[in-house]
């Protein structure tokens, strides 16, 4: 078990629906990460919050819309979704956006049918 | 672009052996240095953070770092199947972003 707690695990859904990810941590990080990997690649950034202000956009499709609504949440709204983002979404936090390592959630596998 | 480099492998070792695995990096300015663990569908797994020049051990995991070289790597000693995963390096650059930027990373097998 990781300090990082990402639910749900997994998450099957339509591209009509609206769907939430949601991440959690306690250790007093104050900035939070969402990654998308898919198999056999390495994570790819999305976005990055630096005390609960986001701080790097990496030009995420308006479909994803992350949230930050204190210190220890982060969640990832997700409409109109397409078969191409299916794949692992990571949330990560680190002590502030510096030189310290991040910590990485378990994750959740989403799948677009 | 800053880059980080790592053999995709895979890179097979008998059990009880060394896995060394090795990365290297673009940006001379890079300050971080991170090796994660990851196993088939699972996320990756901080196991080791090394920031200066030279080794640093953590049980049977050493970290070692050549800022003027470019590289670092990853030495797993009495290497065990349960260390069969993906090993991605992980570096944070130069530039004031602080963002890693990751390696492909390198499947490692151990054999009995």
């Known amino acids: 078990d990781t300090e990082v707690t990402q639910t749900p695990k997994h998450l099957v859904m339509g591209m009509t629906n609206k769907k939430s990810l949601k991440c959690e941590q306690h250790?007093?990080?104050?900035?939070m990460y969402w990654y998308k990997q898919k198999a056999k690649k390495p994570p790819e950034l999305m976005f990055v919050?630096?005390?609960?202000?986001?701080?790097i956009n990496e030009s995420v499709p308006s479909r994803f819309s992350p949230e930050c609504p204190n210190s220890s949440l982060l969640n990832l709204h997700l409409h109109a979704l397409q078969p191409e983002d299916s794949a692992l979404y990571l949330c990560?936090?680190?002590?502030?956006?510096?030189?310290?390592?991040?910590?990485f959630g378990d994750g959740t596998r989403l799948s677009i049918l | 672009q800053k880059e980080v480099e790592q053999n995709s492998g895979p890179l097979s070792v008998p059990e009880g052996a060394i896995a060394s695995l090795n990365c290297t990096y673009s940006?001379?300015?890079?300050?971080?240095f991170f090796w994660y663990r990851q196993y088939s569908g699972k996320s990756p797994e901080l196991i080791m953070s090394?920031?200066?020049?030279g080794d640093k051990e953590d049980g049977r995991f050493t970290a070692q770092l050549n800022k003027a070289s470019q590289y670092v790597s990853l030495l797993i000693r009495d290497s065990q199947p349960s260390d069969s995963a993906t090993y991605l390096c992980?570096?944070?650059?130069?530039?004031?972003?602080?963002?890693?930027?990751f390696g492909r990373g390198t499947s490692l097998i151990v054999h009995p």
């Open positions: 250790m007093g990080h104050r900035a």
């Open positions: 992980a570096v944070i650059p130069g530039g004031g972003s602080y963002i890693p930027t």
């Open positions: 090394i920031y200066s020049n």
């Open positions: 940006d001379r300015g890079s300050q971080s």
């Open positions: 919050y630096s005390y609960e202000k986001l701080s």
């Open positions: 990560a936090s680190s002590q502030n956006q510096g030189v310290q390592p991040q910590h």
